[in-house]
T-cell receptor, first 111, second 115 residues
Framework: LAKTTQPISMDSYEGQEVNITCSHN???????ITWYQQFPSQGPRFIIQ???TKVTNEVASLFIPADRKSSTLSLPRVSLSDTAVYYC????????????FGAGTTVTVRA | DSGVTQTPKHLITATGQRVTLRCSPR?????VYWYQQSLDQGLQFLIQ???????AKGNILERFSAQQFPDLHSELNLSSLELGDSALYFC??????????????FGPGTRLTVT
């Protein structure tokens, strides 16, 4: 499985855009990139998944460069309720049970 | 609401005891995963079942066991409990996809406190 590296923490203010970059230099051809969000004492929640280029849904965008060695989760106009831990996972269906959620990135949004 | 249910929400028990945690997956999901999350160790994968069969084991202790029943609900059994087993236990379910990663839907968790 590709090892992922993401910042431990990030601070932001309400209304700003937050970009979290995840490095995955050893990503395999079949691997997908998935992001989860976790609030304290709750289970992680799926945010977005992509394979290449750009994916956008109602809550976030995921940017993946051509070499796929990194990816950036973009949260537009964050609010206080976006304060959470964000996890980057890389893998495919054959090894999803080996995925490690790691420490994630703690995003703190301030008023 | 993810559609995954877990019972009980809270459990307080003594060292040496045995407990059973229950999980009902989302309708239609065949895969069930169990995770343990403690303050100092993050989210640790324990075990996965797919359509009643054990598919993979992670960092699951021998004192722990699990099963998935024909109706697809799953139980995690924790025995000879120790203080260090105090944690949040999450169950997740997913549809199995070919190729891409399955989206895992997590339940609300069971908070186990061992005293």
């Amino acid at each position: 499985l590709a090892k992922t590296t993401q910042p431990i923490s990030m601070d932001s203010y309400e209304g700003q855009e937050v970009n979290i970059t995840c490095s995955h230099n050893n990503i395999a051809t079949n691997d997908y990139i998935t992001w989860y969000q976790q609030f304290p004492s709750q289970g992680p929640r799926f945010i977005i998944q992509g394979y290449k280029t750009k994916v956008t849904n109602e809550v976030a965008s995921l940017f993946i460069p051509a070499d796929r060695k990194s990816s950036t989760l973009s949260l537009p106009r964050v609010s206080l309720s976006d304060t959470a831990v964000y996890y980057c996972l890389v893998g495919d269906s054959s090894n999803d049970y080996k995925l490690s959620f790691g420490a994630g990135t703690t995003v703190t949004v301030r008023a | 609401d993810s559609g995954v249910t877990q019972t009980p929400k809270h459990l307080i028990t003594a060292t040496g005891q045995r407990v059973t945690l229950r999980c009902s997956p989302r309708s239609g999901d065949l895969s069930v995963y169990w995770y343990q999350q403690s303050l100092d160790q993050g989210l640790q994968f324990l075990i996965q079942y797919y359509n009643g069969e054990e598919r993979a084991k992670g960092n699951i202790l021998e004192r722990f066991s699990a099963q998935q029943f024909p109706d697809l609900h799953s139980e995690l059994n924790l025995s000879s409990l120790e203080l260090g087993d105090s944690a949040l236990y999450f169950c997740a379910s997913s549809v199995a996809y070919q190729g891409r990663l399955s989206e895992q839907y997590f339940g609300p968790g069971t908070r186990l406190t061992v005293t």
